[in-house]
């Protein structure tokens, strides 16, 4: 079993804040099959999974990394955007 965290947009397709996946016990899971696991599980996140960042006890790791079942895997939405300064208005 594992724990998928969702933020930003993410959550909002999702519909939730957080679910588990079931997994295959006998292997270890790559990030990158969690994403194909969790595009089979709700496939409206499907358009964010390629450009999403994810991350396993504050650090952030890559899509051939194995998967730590005993901690979230928390997704991330890419952020865009920034700080102009000023009060953020158009003057």
């Not at 933020?7 to 079931?22: H, I, K, W």
């Not at 960042?53 to 899509?63: F, G, K, M, S, Y």
């Amino acid at each position: 079993m594992l724990v998928v965290e969702f933020y930003g947009v993410l959550q909002q397709v999702a519909g939730t804040r957080s679910m588990e996946l079931e997994t295959p016990q006998s292997e270890q899971l790559t990030v990158g099959q969690a994403l194909e696991l969790l595009h089979e599980r709700v496939p409206g996140l499907s358009e964010h999974l390629p450009r999403v960042a994810c991350a396993q006890a504050e650090n952030l790791v890559r899509r051939d990394q194995i998967v730590d079942t005993h901690r979230p895997l928390v997704l991330l939405p890419p952020v865009s955007g920034g700080w102009r300064g000023g009060n953020g208005l158009d003057d």
